[in-house]
């Protein structure tokens, strides 16, 4: 029973858990008996080493919480991923929405990105500088704030799926200042300056914003379509999906705002970033929609 637990601890029922905690204070008292008998010894020495094993196995609560975080990570989250697709799609259509919004308005009212983006920032796009460079400055703070900042935005998506309307509205309103900002730029001729800035960072923490929006979006679906299912009831099914969803972004975030903080704003080669990009980009495509087996 020991051997099939260690191997995999979903081997095991809750009640032959519990025959196993039972099996280990038999062993136990087995033993104290054996150890009289100067002539078992070696029946002792294998008893010893099952019950240290047991007791690792039992008592090792910390082990056991690595490794359920691992399979979380590894195995379940990609199927969550998964399941939830069509709505990180509704996600990425409300963001792309909220892009060409941002494209068209630019495009056509010259005066709307700089009620948009504000006369500070539009006076140092204008100067041909990008707004980042103080970053470099302050890496580990900076770091620390951008992470800070994208956890606050995805928790925010998540929360807001509570009103429905305001996942959708955040979802927009992201890709609205892409839009605005991408345009600027580029009417400025900074288009390389602010895309060689956003790519290695971007393509983490733009899909980890869209996978929090999805949570949002699976929230408010429980919350304002129940289906068959009581209210209540529908709200928590929805709930637990969406927090295991919104989790499984926290370490893209982090990582995107380490290399936000500590790598975009560097005066490293562009055509290096776009690699990095690349890299991150492709080891996300393949992360999301893989199936692995642990066992």
Not at 36 to 51: C, G, I, K, V
Not at 119 to 125: A, E, H, L, R
Not at 249 to 265: D, Y
Request: charged fraction near 10%; hydrophobic fraction near 55%.
């Amino acid at each position: 029973m020991l051997d099939s637990a260690e191997r995999n601890l979903s081997n095991l029922s809750g009640q032959e858990l519990q025959e196993l905690g039972l099996l280990y204070r038999q062993t136990a008292s087995d033993l104290s008996a054996v150890v009289e008998d100067r002539t078992s010894t070696h029946f002792a020495n294998n008893l010893n080493q099952l019950l240290g094993r047991c007791h690792n196995f039992l008592y090792a609560g910390h082990p056991a919480e690595g490794k359920r975080l691992i399979r979380f990570y590894l195995v379940e989250y990609p199927g969550i991923f998964r399941a939830s697709l069509p709505l990180v799609f509704l996600a990425a259509a409300l963001f792309t929405a909220g892009g060409i919004a941002g494209w068209a308005a630019s495009a056509h009212d010259p005066g709307f990105a700089h009620r948009f983006l504000g006369p500070q920032m539009m006076d140092t796009i204008e100067q041909r500088k990008m707004w980042t460079e103080p970053v470099v400055a302050v890496k580990p703070l900076a770091s620390s704030f951008i992470a800070t900042n994208n956890l606050s935005v995805a928790f925010s998506a998540f929360a807001l799926g509570i009103t429905g309307i305001g996942t959708i509205w955040l979802m927009f309103f992201n890709g609205l200042m892409v839009g605005v900002i991408g345009t600027a730029t580029a009417q400025a001729g900074m288009a390389l300056s602010l895309w060689s800035f956003v790519a290695a960072h971007g393509v983490l923490e733009i899909p980890a914003i869209l996978i929090a929006g999805a949570a949002g979006l699976e929230l408010a679906r429980g919350v304002f379509f129940p289906g068959m299912l009581p209210w209540r009831d529908a709200v928590t099914a929805a709930g637990t999906r969406a927090i295991r969803l919104l989790v499984g972004v926290i370490p893209i975030l982090l990582i995107a705002g380490a290399i936000e903080g500590f790598f975009s704003p560097t005066h490293v080669p562009a055509a290096l970033k776009f690699t990095l990009a690349a890299a991150l980009g492709s080891a996300l495509a393949l992360y999301l929609p893989s199936r692995v087996t642990l066992k």
